[in-house]
């Protein structure tokens, strides 16, 4: 289903971030978010989620306007979050964060062992607190909690940030299997490398502002878009 | 199952002690289980959700006037009047955090704080039926449950030991089940819980009013076991003890709160025989548990030596 974004205006109290912003985000691709720090894109993410009130605008699931929703009721709809910082519950179990995820939209056992079959590393560890996970595996544990969601749109903001190689490709990895099984993805990302590799399409957002939205074979070709946005 | 056989071990460790321990120890203990009772169902708004109230003493005390003023006012037998006690503790938490639940931190305490003083005198103002400070005695006569005599001090300790075992194995199961482990993540982050799409409202809700009634259950149990009911049982101390309790026994844990209360009870019991300064000593052996235990002494040993422990 398509995630829409129809002209939104939000803030922190009276202090106004996004600008009449408008995306689109389509089954089975990944819409990467890019600006400079403090452009807008994590409160985009937020907005969608309900997490901040719209001073105008709507989104829209499908037909579903999301933002007539109480926050609580966004996830209901199929729409994962993975806050940055990853955020999960500490003093909860591998087993109990992955149930927690799994019983919030009645989901089951199957839906748990296709997670823990994507993350294998994670049926090692069930019966440990998540405290004590490395940071891959916090990060691990993040995604396959919204995974057990099984999310028609994923929100994932800055999965890579602060890992090491290997769970960076881990990451890659999921964020493949998703989008081939048609989940919408939004991406915020600072790491341009990780942009080119994973992204179908790239919006630009300066001061709280919609600026282009471009495929990534554009990019690659020419890097003065980011240039012009991200400074690099 | 090795959670379950703790907790059943807990208790039965607790049964063989009724029949071994002298006069003086069981009524110790009878005490300390209703206490303890209490302090569970703080743990369960405080430990698991994150709510810190300083009132809870008005649940305690609902319960314990609701049998109290059921039995001597209206001349209704125990078990009926111990339903009261529940009942109007379980309708005063859910008024409390439907009110109460608008805030959130320093101000949640300062208003479950300020319904609890309104309990208080309440307490005194209606002191014609509550006989206020001084409070009343219930007859030994009419603590009874058909032909079993609940002061009796063996019967006592027995139906301190079910009120115990009930509230420990509640919330034993409350851990393992969706509803405990939503509550725990409340606690540890509301904005995530929201997004994967539970009503942190409701859970706050539903913590308050269990944490409520269970605490209610003791205040009821207390009334009837001792035969007192009084208006010091809804002041402010008494919303603090259990804090104390849950703290010092590890917050978040089942079995943290009768560690607590046990300890605190023959700390206090065991310096006042030595010094009229006893609750100096009793602050700064506190002051150290705090400094080193910091986790309160089940949490430590959780993060020691057992993690499994719930």
Not at chain 1, 22 to 45: F, H, Q, Y
Not at chain 2, 270 to 298: D, E, K, N, P
Request: aromatic content about 8%.
């Amino acid at each position: 289903m398509t995630l829409r974004l129809d002209g939104i205006s939000a803030g922190y109290g009276p202090v106004q971030v996004l600008f009449d912003l408008s995306l689109e985000a389509r089954p089975g691709e990944v819409l990467c978010l890019l600006g400079r720090n403090g452009a807008g894109k994590t409160t985009t993410l937020k907005a969608i989620m309900g997490l901040l009130p719209l001073m105008s605008g709507r989104v829209l699931l499908g037909a579903a306007e999301l933002s007539a929703m109480p926050a609580h009721e966004v996830p209901k709809h199929g729409i994962g979050y993975i806050p940055q910082g990853r955020r999960l519950f500490t003093e909860l179990t591998v087993a109990e964060n992955i149930e927690v995820g799994l019983l919030a939209r009645g989901r089951g056992a199957e839906t748990r062992e296709k997670v823990l079959t994507m993350f294998p590393r994670l049926r090692e560890r069930l019966s440990q607190r998540a405290e004590t996970l490395s940071g891959g595996e916090q990060q691990m544990l993040a995604t396959a909690r919204a995974l057990c969601l099984e999310p028609e749109v994923l929100l994932l903001d800055e999965p890579t940030e602060g890992l090491q190689p290997s769970m960076i490709s881990l990451i890659r990895d999921t964020v493949d299997v998703m989008r081939d099984a048609g989940v919408a993805i939004i991406l915020v990302e600072q790491r341009i490398e990780a942009v080119l590799n994973l992204a179908d399409r790239v919006a630009f957002i300066e001061n709280g502002h919609g600026r282009e939205v471009v495929d990534v074979e554009v990019l690659r070709r020419d890097k003065a878009l980011l240039q012009k946005y991200v400074g690099i | 199952m090795k959670v379950l056989g703790l907790h059943l071990g807990l208790l039965a460790l607790l049964a063989v002690l009724g029949m071994i321990l002298p006069a003086y120890h069981q009524g110790n203990l009878s005490r300390i289980m209703v206490l303890a009772t209490y302090a569970v169902g703080y743990n369960v708004m405080f430990g698991y959700t994150g709510l810190l109230s300083l009132g809870h003493a008005m649940f305690f005390g609902a319960g314990m006037y609701g049998l109290g003023l059921a039995m001597q006012h209206g001349g209704v037998g125990a078990v009926p009047a111990f339903g009261i006690g529940l009942v109007s503790a379980a309708v005063l938490s859910a008024v409390v955090a439907v009110l109460a639940l608008r805030t959130i931190g320093v101000a949640f305490m300062i208003v479950t704080l300020m319904f609890s003083q309104a309990a208080f005198l309440s307490a005194l103002y209606f002191g014609e039926w509550t006989r206020g400070d001084e409070g009343f005695v219930l007859a030994q006569q009419i603590r009874r449950v058909g032909e079993v005599d609940l002061s009796n001090p063996v019967t006592r300790y027995y139906a301190a030991l079910l009120l115990f075992s009930v509230a420990l194995l509640l919330t034993m199961r409350m851990t393992q089940v969706r509803f405990g482990h939503v509550l725990v993540a409340v606690r540890e982050n509301e904005e995530r819980t929201r997004m994967l799409g539970y009503s942190v409202w409701s859970h706050k809700f539903w913590a308050v009013v269990i944490s409520g009634t269970i605490s209610g259950a003791a205040g009821a149990a207390y009334a009837l076991l001792f035969g007192y009911v009084g208006a010091s049982f809804v002041s402010v101390p008494y919303s603090i003890f259990p804090l104390l309790w849950v703290l010092l026994g590890g917050a978040g844990t089942t079995i943290g709160p009768f560690v607590g209360t046990l300890f605190m009870f023959y700390l206090i019991d065991y310096l006042s025989g030595l010094t009229t300064a006893y609750m100096l000593v009793v602050g700064i052996v506190l002051v150290l548990l705090t400094l080193f235990a910091r986790a309160g002494l089940m949490g430590e040993i959780r993060k020691r030596w057992v993690p499994w422990l719930p």
